[in-house]
């Protein structure tokens, strides 16, 4: 029995492969934009934990030389004789590679080679012979090294004993830096008397790599869950619709002696391996989208966090999994109402032709009730939210309660056209179209979520790139940026510019912690180019001229927002407290930042000597840096004009958004699949529609334009409730997402081409979409119209 | 399964059932009873309403009455659960629908063999025997809607012989058909059913049709006449 009734329900696919291909490639592409993004994720996420297993040097506070150069090993010796609980650490680099020197006794347990596993020889590291640690990339570059494979390690880093590692980067003697343990016994002498050319550096607490690509990941994950709810909207229509059309199927076998559980249990083994079969596609799908888009990402991540990701995917089970997980999770979503619908499907229950609009008009009033409500939610949390959760929240109930809101609107609209109708024709297509619409009602769902997420997401690129242009002609004023190598080039640097007439600009921080936040001091000189080029978000009167007469500060709005301060409120660090006078923009920087002037900065980090500074030119910029070079022998590779920074800031920010540009268009062309597979699945049932029509006078090629009209007309609605959606998804990222995951609120700007240009997409999309469904309808036999009218039918 | 002609095949004692309508309690059937023997052929016939079909339907284990008893092959089918009555419906009852009711995503020959599948009794040379006997040969292959009326119902009644039923209930089984065609299927049908020794309970508003088959049962507002 059940491989009979197993098979019959086979049948209906058999003789239906669009309704399963639209099915499979509906899950499929759901599960794949989900799966490509979680494997983009994973990998990114190995690859940080890959660097904190290696790199976890930020967690620790650190004893660094003061003019910031390399120190002798003898202040580690003298720190642990005089009971300081320290850890020396060298490194440079060998190769292209990141070199890191440990002592593999006195470093923090988990760093290095000491967490790593089989094959360490741990007693020939201890000893200092010669083992050095990467990963395969990594080792291939180290010629002539004698290199352990450690695939944990990160990639363009190896690790080695100290001792090794001075002897490989002929640096003997020498240690950047001394890592100073949580817990140290009491009593200590102070730094300055046992070593006094060394100064304490604050661990990096909440700026490190994880915390701040989480955000990233964040965004990444929201678009993928956006793409897979596009696609079970997709899934959702062709399951119900095959089991609408089953109903007649399922009644037959019921009536034959198939048990109602056991048909039930059929139906989901069916769903299951579909699920299963389609998991599998998208599975594979997703490697391939992740493949093309991961060395962007990498990149992304590189220039936005300096996190270093290998760019090369491996087949991680946490995504794969993942990705089967979601295609079963959205099968049971999509199947559960059908399948539920089934179950109490009575027996004896009459034929119902129009079982799918009737179903739908009764689904309409509660779909509207949950629309509202979750409209109403997200209302609330637009005064309420508070956190990246409640953001998310936010978007979600936003874009579902509008995507259920679309048919009840659709409807309005169209009955309101209805009843202005003039012309038979006319009144016909409105009524027509009306009739259509259940049918078509979540493939529009599904374009106008992609739509609204395409608007969203491009309102905040968009708005981001502007800001951000802005923000280098803002803070990138001088003409030309100078590094140099010596105190002695430093002074012939600023006599040399004395002598041209042009104004030196030091460019000097230090770290600090300010409440409790990590954050850098720039000590500032009183000029126009402050003054002339800066915007504050907020200020108080005089803002600059406080500042340059030592006593106010400005700062960034990262520091602002984490330390909770608002103009005229202290900020304190060392000796010094002054009052916020004003706080300015400061995008895409994750740190806090201080402005005061360079005299009270001098007085509190006098161990702090600039190396960089910036040249306001009026000249010929290349000419200037020509004559620098001969008068002070600084090279052009010391210097850096405004153009070029600008360039590869933009470049690296450009670049940022590759990825949700790349799945926005991904999320579109699925919108697009679905109206084509929902358009020429309803295509055959739509020949009794239309099949009076024809008879009373319509050629079928009239109809067929009318076909495409309609889509057209359809999707241009969908497309303009769609923009007030996105205009709304894109103020709750840029206001509350942005915000709570970036620290800092970007500025919102329209961009009305841009929108046309989508809609002109979204147009394109439906006209492709609806092009051949309407082709076939106006190709139909005349033979297969007529059986609409014979008794045979 | 083997039946013998005289033997009582179905006892309906008292048979009750009430729907539910918008206008309150409707009694379709109220205490009737009646008895079938084994390759008996008896006519329900009665006006729409009259609880022709709903009695059809509670002899075919299609619905649950609320009192009474039927007593096919001296097994009570009012007091089985789904499964039990989805294994009567499988194997003993064979029920002819005016819709004929056959699977469109299946050929013509598996929708043949398919109760006979169900029912664990597929017999391929009885399945060709009924193809045959039915003018079906040509058509085997075929889809359901490739099919005339007559011959779909041609199949759904060769569907239903396939098992070997001891009980055939056919619900107006010409109710679709031209007279002509009509009058074609119900000889394959008697002849058939016949030949098979199963009982054949039959619902029809024809008189011509009542008269062929041995013995009418008139039902008028939920009671036998």
Redesign the interface.
């Known amino acids: 029995?059940t491989?009979?009734?197993f098979?019959?329900l086979l049948?209906?696919w058999?003789?239906?492969p669009l309704q399963l291909f639209t099915l499979l490639a509906g899950l499929a592409l759901a599960t794949g934009l989900w799966s490509g993004v979680q494997a983009i994720n994973a990998e990114a996420r190995a690859s940080y934990d890959a660097a904190a297993s290696t790199l976890d040097e930020g967690r620790y506070d650190r004893l660094v030389a003061r003019d910031g150069g390399a120190f002798a090993q003898d202040n580690y010796i003298a720190l642990r004789r005089a009971g300081w609980q320290v850890s020396p650490m060298v490194t440079g680099d060998l190769n292209g590679v990141r070199l890191i020197g440990l002592d593999a006794l006195t470093a923090p347990s988990g760093m290095g080679p000491v967490s790593l596993g089989g094959g360490t020889d741990l007693g020939a590291f201890l000893t200092g012979s010669a083992q050095v640690f990467a990963n395969a990339a990594t080792a291939a570059r180290l010629d002539g090294v004698e290199v352990l494979i450690a695939d944990d390690l990160a990639n363009d880093t190896a690790v080695a004993d100290i001792g090794t590692a001075q002897a490989l980067l002929g640096r003997e003697g020498l240690i950047d830096s001394l890592l100073v343990m949580p817990d140290q016994p009491v009593g200590l002498p102070a730094l300055g008397e046992v070593a006094p050319d060394l100064t304490m550096q604050a661990a990096q607490g909440g700026t490190d790599i994880a915390g701040l690509t989480d955000s990233f990941h964040l965004n990444l994950t929201a678009f993928g869950l956006l793409s897979f709810a596009v696609g079970i909207f997709i899934v959702h229509g062709a399951i119900g619709l095959a089991f609408e059309q089953r109903r007649?199927?399922v009644?037959?076998?019921?009536?034959?002696?198939?048990?109602?559980?056991?048909l039930i249990g059929l139906m989901l083994a069916e769903l299951l391996v579909f699920a299963l079969v389609a998991g599998v596609i998208g599975v594979a799908l997703g490697y391939v989208i992740a493949a093309l888009l991961l060395p962007d990402v990498a990149a992304t991540l590189r220039g936005l966090y300096g996190a270093d990701v290998s760019g090369n995917l491996q087949l991680r089970p946490v995504w794969w999994l993942s990705g089967l997980g979601i295609a079963f999770a959205g099968t049971l979503i999509a199947g559960g109402s059908a399948l539920w619908g089934i179950s109490k499907m009575p027996?004896?229950a009459a034929?119902q032709p129009r079982a799918l609009a009737m179903a739908a008009g009764r689904r309409a009033r509660w779909q509207l009730v949950v629309a509202l409500v979750l409209l109403a939610l997200a209302a609330v949390l637009v005064f309420t939210a508070d956190g990246l959760v409640a953001g998310f929240a936010m978007l979600g109930a936003l874009l579902i309660g509008a995507a259920f809101a679309l048919p009840p609107v659709l409807n309005a609209v169209l009955a309101f056209a209805s009843a202005r109708a003039k012309g038979v024709t006319a009144q016909w297509f409105w009524a027509d179209t009306r009739q259509q619409l259940p049918g078509l009602s979540l493939a529009l769902m599904a374009l106008m979520l992609a739509i609204a997420a395409n608007v969203g997401v491009s309102t905040m690129v968009s708005s981001f790139r502007l800001t951000f242009t802005g923000f280098l002609d803002q803070r990138l004023a001088s003409e030309l940026y100078v590094s140099t190598d010596s105190a002695e080039q430093t002074a012939a640097l600023i006599s040399y510019a004395e002598t041209e007439g042009v104004a030196v600009l030091p460019i000097q921080s230090a770290d600090v912690q300010i409440a409790g936040h990590p954050a850098e001091v720039f000590g500032t000189r009183d000029h126009a180019t402050y003054r002339d080029n800066w915007q504050f978000l907020q200020s108080s009167a005089g803002a600059w001229d406080a500042t340059f007469a030592g006593q106010a500060v400005v700062i960034n709005e990262q520091l602002a927002r984490r330390a909770g301060l608002a103009l005229g409120d202290p900020v304190t660090f060392g000796s010094v407290t002054l009052p916020v006078a004003g706080i300015y923009g400061d995008y895409g920087n994750p740190v806090g930042q201080v402005v005061l002037v360079e005299d009270v900065f001098a007085t509190e980090f006098p161990h702090v000597v600039a190396r960089q500074f910036g040249l306001r030119i009026s000249g010929d910029v290349g000419d200037f840096v020509n004559d620098l070079t001969a008068a002070t022998g600084i090279g052009a590779g010391q210097t850096i004009d405004q153009a070029g920074i600008k360039a590869v800031s933009l470049a690296i920010f450009e670049r940022t958004f590759t990825v949700t540009t790349a799945l926005n268009i991904l999320t579109l062309a699925v919108a697009g699949f679905a109206i084509l597979m929902s358009l020429l699945t309803l295509a055959a049932m739509r020949v009794p529609q239309l099949a009076p029509a024809w008879a009373m006078g319509m050629t079928r090629a009239a109809l067929g334009r009318l076909e495409l009209l309609r889509a057209v007309m359809l999707a241009v609605l969908t497309a303009v409730l769609a923009l007030p959606l996105g205009l709304a998804l894109a103020w709750v990222l840029l206001a509350v997402v942005n915000v709570a995951a970036f620290g800092w609120q970007l500025p919102m700007y329209l961009f009305p081409l841009d929108y046309a240009r989508l809609g002109g997409f979204a147009l394109v999309a439906a006209v492709l979409a609806a092009g051949w469904p309407a082709w076939r309808l106006a190709r139909t036999p005349p033979g297969d119209l007529l059986k609409v009218f014979a008794?045979?039918r | 399964m083997c039946y013998f002609n005289g033997m009582t095949l179905l006892t309906v004692d008292n048979l009750s059932k009430t729907y539910a309508t918008a206008d309150g309690p409707f009694a379709v059937l109220r205490g009737v009873s009646m008895t079938l023997e084994a390759g008996e052929s008896l006519a329900l016939t009665g006006e729409s309403g009259s609880g022709k079909s709903t009695l059809l339907h509670l002899i075919g284990g299609l619905d649950r009455p609320d009192a009474g008893s039927i007593l096919l092959q001296g097994q009570d089918i009012a007091r089985l659960d789904d499964a039990g009555r989805a294994a009567l419906r499988r194997g003993t009852v064979g029920v002819v629908f005016q819709q004929f009711n056959l699977i469109p995503s299946l050929k013509i020959a598996d929708n043949i063999a398919f109760q006979a599948r169900l029912a664990g009794r597929h017999d391929a040379d009885w399945c060709a025997v009924l193809a045959d006997r039915m003018g079906l040969t040509d058509h085997l292959r075929k889809y359901p809607e490739q099919l005339s009326g007559g011959q779909q119902q041609r199949v759904a009644i060769a569907r239903t012989l396939a098992p070997r039923p001891a009980l055939v209930l056919a619900d107006e089984p010409t109710g679709n058909l031209d007279e002509g065609t009509a009058a074609t299927v119900m000889d394959m049908m008697l002849e058939l059913v016949a030949e098979t020794g199963a009982g054949l309970l039959m619902v029809t508003h024809s008189q011509a049709l009542a008269g062929r088959l041995q013995r009418r049962l008139h039902l008028r507002a939920g009671q036998v006449a």
């Open positions: 029995m491989r009979a009734a098979g019959a049948s209906h058999w003789r239906n007649g199927m009644r037959t076998l019921r009536a034959l002696g198939v048990p109602l559980n056991r027996l004896l034929a008794n045979e």
